[in-house]
């Protein structure tokens, strides 16, 4: 679930802190210990917020600096930015790309084009924002979703610094202004995670307070240090505790970022505002080893979640820890190679193309965000040729492969398999009131009692209860009657006392127990993806006893993969035999048969 960049290192005319680049470091390594072992560093997705505190402190410094000597230049900030932002990320999207090429499906390499392209404009939150839904494809095989972090910053600086040279031109009251305006912005985060938890992750109104911290806090170190010059050992300790309690406490279920995300900003802050001096920053953050981690924490950043991604795609599951641990090390060799033949040499100069850095980057990566751009306007390249021994070819000599599903289409097994009062229309169901909105198709059968039967079986639950429909209507005896209330993604609650207007499973649970109260079923059947604990199924199973029910089954779980089977079976195919496969093929019968199967297709 969570990750970010701005560990791209200060400008040369800060006063160096080695405890900054110590807590880039924390950052860093909790965002790569989380995506390796989310089991056991839970709150990790933290770092993203760490960064960007560290982020908005040096700057906003930077910017209230120029400011004051009065040579503060919009052009000279984003050329600034594009140095230290591009080269290392302009290596990695092609390096990703690169790599898709032999090694991904077409529809996952035109995802990889795509999300390429977002990640070259600085939009990849607002495209993961769009993505995310019941069907969207999981987290782990998005090699360049950890962009999003990087892109909200980025918007952020679009507008930042010319609001900090208005209200400075306009004498505004700098402090005030930046307060008001990051209160805005928490409260915007907070309301979207009642609404739209997904827009309170990725929105960036909903995330530049966070930043907007970072700038009152070299507000403050500036223009009002005496402030700070007290009990900064305090601080500092009191920092490394809120961090420490948002690492264990904070997890992908938590109402995140909202409330939870003051752990680690208000934690961040109170570590920078301790100063170099205090205890636990010289003598933890300021370390060697913090210090190295620190430096090269932009580049890891950006070179481990591909990496880890890459082998999910491939192995078709989470790679074993032991290969995660090589992982891990390839991560950081490939960060401080960056770091060392990329970064450093571009920031000081010592080649010839930093000279010409605001040209140069901001040229290549349109070319890479466009090559990107192509690639998905073109369904992953999938018709320019065999990508690699035959690809193309074989996928669509696939009945099942992604995307066109041809088995599924051709024999209607959505439609089949799913009944029409399955699916309910959310967005009317959000303007509608006090009962599920359902779509043209849904009649009164499904959830109302027919005294044409003589029993009936309620089905209660997600898309895993939806699917027994089928089987049920096909075997039962005539006098059964099939009753259902199931929605996608939502696990049976019986505790759901009023209707909702905006929980949609809280609404659907309250839909099924009236219709259970009022059709009376002989029997419920209850199915869902997740598990519930033994004490859940038990009080469950009350609920719906003192409602009448006279028999509950639960249904056990069916076979889940980590990816899609059929995705699963064509890429072991693809990699075992694609080159025996067309081996000595008759390419007038294939181009034959693909015109037969267009004509009768259409």
Request: net charge positive; with cysteine.
């Amino acid at each position: 679930m969570t990750q970010h960049n701005s560990a791209a290192p200060s400008d040369q005319h800060l006063k160096y802190r080695a405890d900054i680049d110590g807590l880039r470091a924390i950052a860093v390594l909790a965002v790569v210990g989380f995506h390796a072992f989310p089991q056991y560093i839970r709150g990790g997705f933290i770092g993203v917020d760490i960064f960007f505190i560290i982020s908005g402190f040096l700057i906003s410094t930077i910017i209230f600096k120029n400011l004051d000597a009065g040579n503060f230049s919009i052009a000279e900030f984003y050329r600034r930015r594009v140095k230290r932002i591009f080269p290392a990320l302009l290596l990695v999207l092609i390096s990703c790309m690169a790599f898709g090429w032999f090694f991904l499906l077409a529809d996952e390499y035109r995802q990889l084009g795509k999300h390429t392209a977002g990640g070259a404009i600085f939009i990849s939150n607002i495209l993961l924002w769009q993505e995310s839904g019941y069907f969207d494809a999981s987290a782990d095989v998005k090699p360049l979703l950890h962009l999003w972090s990087l892109a909200v910053e980025e918007q952020f600086y679009i507008f930042w610094p010319l609001i900090l040279a208005i209200a400075w031109k306009k004498k505004w009251n700098l402090s005030i202004t930046v307060i008001l305006l990051a209160l805005l912005s928490f409260a915007v985060s907070v309301v979207y995670l009642r609404t739209d938890p997904t827009a309170a992750f990725y929105s960036p109104q909903s995330r530049f307070w966070e930043l907007m911290m970072g700038s009152l806090l070299a507000y403050t170190a500036l223009y009002r240090p005496q402030l700070l010059q007290r009990f900064r050992n305090v601080r500092s300790a009191a920092g490394f505790l809120l961090l420490a309690a948002g690492l264990l406490l904070i997890n992908k279920q938590s109402a995140f970022p909202g409330w939870w995300a003051l752990l680690p900003t208000v934690g961040a802050c109170l570590i920078i505002s301790a100063g170099p001096t205090a205890l636990l920053n010289k003598k933890v953050l300021s370390s060697r080893l913090f210090v190295w981690f620190g430096l090269i924490s932009y580049p890891l950043y950006l070179w481990h979640w591909p990496i880890f991604s890459f082998l999910h795609i491939v192995e078709g599951a989470p790679p074993a820890r032991h290969i995660k641990l090589v992982a891990i090390v390839l991560s950081i060799v490939l960060a401080w190679l960056t770091y060392r033949l990329i970064e450093r040499p571009v920031r000081n100069n010592t080649v010839m193309i930093a000279r010409h850095s605001s040209v140069v980057f901001p040229l290549v990566m349109l070319v890479v965000g466009s090559a990107g751009y192509y690639c998905y306007a073109k369904d992953g390249l999938e018709g320019t040729g065999y990508r690699l021994a035959g690809k193309s070819m074989f996928a669509d000599n696939f009945e099942n492969s992604y995307p066109d599903w041809h088995y599924v289409r051709s024999h209607d097994i959505l439609n089949q398999y799913r009944e029409d009062c399955n699916f309910y229309d959310i967005p009317k169901f959000l303007a509608g009131g006090n009962t599920l909105i359902p779509r043209p198709a849904l009649t009164a059968s499904c959830h109302v009692r027919d005294k044409a039967h003589a029993k009936s079986v309620f089905i209660w639950g997600d898309s895993h209860a939806e699917h027994l429909n089928y089987g049920l209507k096909n075997h039962l005896p005539r006098e059964w009657q099939i009753l259902q209330v199931a929605s996608s993604g939502c696990m049976p609650d019986a505790n759901v006392v009023a209707p909702s207007t905006t929980d949609y499973c809280a609404q659907s649970n309250w839909f099924a127990m009236q219709s259970i109260r009022q059709a009376a079923p002989d029997v419920v059947l209850i199915a869902q993806s997740t598990g519930q604990s033994i004490d859940q199924f038990r009080a469950l199973h009350a609920k719906l006893t003192a409602a009448g029910v006279k028999k509950v089954i639960f249904a056990g779980p069916v076979p889940h993969w980590e990816q899609a089977l059929p995705k699963i079976v064509l890429r072991k195919l693809w990699e075992n035999t694609p080159q025996r496969t067309f081996v000595g093929l008759d390419q007038a019968v294939y181009d034959n048969n693909s015109d037969l199967r267009a004509h009768f297709e259409a």
